[in-house]
């Protein structure tokens, strides 16, 4: 084990490029080395099915040159293999390797190909979907009939059949209910004789017609059918590019009706906002003229205020202070008229209470004399 582990290491590199990198770049550069050979794997399998349908016999022959055996790929034979490549790749590359102008029309041969394989396909499984819907169409048309033959058999005869002494199914009753079934099948059947015989002979008559077009030259021949071929590509593409030009429009209606929807918003907002502003100024409106009016109130009676102002300005420059004596005369007057209004109160006040109790006397002498009056009356 020793001596195989000294020759392997003794075969390797001694400088490896792998060891300055890091294990990113390993697998970065791993799996561009897996993406390059899955688009070669595809490049081949195109090419070797290009070259199927192109070279059948070729198939084989390449096939056994491309695939080396198992039981030859030895260590030394790869080592030799991959010299003898070094040394001549370059002379069998320069023959063996296409264009790029190759490669592109075998792709475009290639996807013609399977463009056509797809619609033939296509009618294939629509002609086998008209088939099955033709099948179940007659299945269920089979199935009603029969259901309504059902019930029909079971109306007819089960039910009204039936002899009302022995319970059992009257046979003449069950023959005439078949006899005019089959009466009824035999006038379809009639019935879709004569329709195929009117149908033979619309079909001879368009026969008729096909070889009269094809005598005058008008039946399409396969150029036409080519031509036609090309022009619906030709629309197709067009169709393709209205459908883009279609979705690009539906993504801006799309991208205008968010903008639209985001202006009526603020639009709202914004006319929410001016009713409020309309309301506030209305009040504020309001609030003015009632200023206005306060206003011109205060106005007046600041004029008012200032003609008494200057009126008592005016008695104030005009008073003359009275000597005191003057005053003290006066202030005695005050006192002996306030004495006079307090005994004139006094007495108001004991007129008053004689008042009241004369006015209770004669209250009371009154309702005397009245019953005294009364008794009188009475006697």
Not at 28 to 50: A, P
Not at 242 to 262: E, H, I, W
Not at 286 to 299: A, C, F, W
Not at 335 to 353: H, Y
């Amino acid at each position: 084990m020793a001596d195989n582990e000294s020759v392997a290491t003794s075969h390797e590199p001694q400088d490896d490029p792998l060891n300055d990198l890091s294990d990113e770049e390993i697998q970065r550069q791993l799996e561009e080395l897996l993406h390059g050979n899955d688009v070669l794997n595809n490049e081949t399998g195109m090419f070797e099915k290009y070259l199927k349908r192109v070279e059948p016999s070729m198939t084989g022959t390449a096939a056994v040159i491309s695939t080396p055996l198992p039981s030859q790929s030895t260590p030394d034979t790869s080592r030799s293999m991959r010299k003898r490549s070094k040394s001549k790749g370059g002379g069998g590359d320069r023959h063996l390797r296409l264009t790029a102008e190759q490669k592109c029309d075998i792709a475009q041969r290639e996807i013609e190909e399977l463009r056509e394989e797809i619609e033939q396909l296509k009618e294939e499984s629509e002609k086998v979907i008209d088939n099955n819907k033709a099948v179940m169409e007659e299945a269920d048309a089979r199935f009603a009939e029969l259901k309504k033959s059902s019930y029909e058999f079971d109306r007819d005869v089960l039910k009204a059949a039936h002899a009302s002494r022995t319970g059992r199914v009257v046979a003449e009753k069950v023959i005439r209910y078949f006899e005019d079934r089959i009466r009824a099948r035999d006038a379809l059947i009639e019935k879709l004789r004569l329709k195929n015989s009117t149908l033979k002979v619309q079909k001879k008559k368009l026969n008729l017609q096909l070889k009269q077009k094809e005598e005058m030259g008008e039946v399409l021949h396969e150029v036409d059918f080519q031509q036609l071929k090309i022009e619906n590509s030709q629309y197709l593409e067009k169709i393709d590019e209205r459908n883009q030009d279609l979705l690009r429009l539906k993504l801006m209606s799309g991208n205008t009706l968010q903008v639209l929807n985001s202006y009526k918003k603020k639009l709202h907002t914004l006319t929410m906002e001016s009713d409020r502003l309309r309301s506030e100024i209305s009040s504020r409106d309001e609030l003015l003229s009632k200023i206005d009016i306060e206003t011109e109130t205060v106005e007046e009676e600041r004029t008012k205020a200032e003609e008494l102002n200057r009126k008592l300005r005016q008695q104030l420059e005009d008073f003359k202070v009275p000597e005191v004596v003057e005053y003290v005369q006066e202030k005695a007057d005050l006192d002996e008229l306030q004495k006079t209004v307090k005994s004139w109160e006094r007495k108001v006040e004991i007129a008053e209470m004689a008042f009241k109790t004369n006015h209770k006397t004669w209250q009371q002498m009154r309702s005397t004399n009245e019953q005294t009056h009364q008794w009188g009356l009475m006697t």
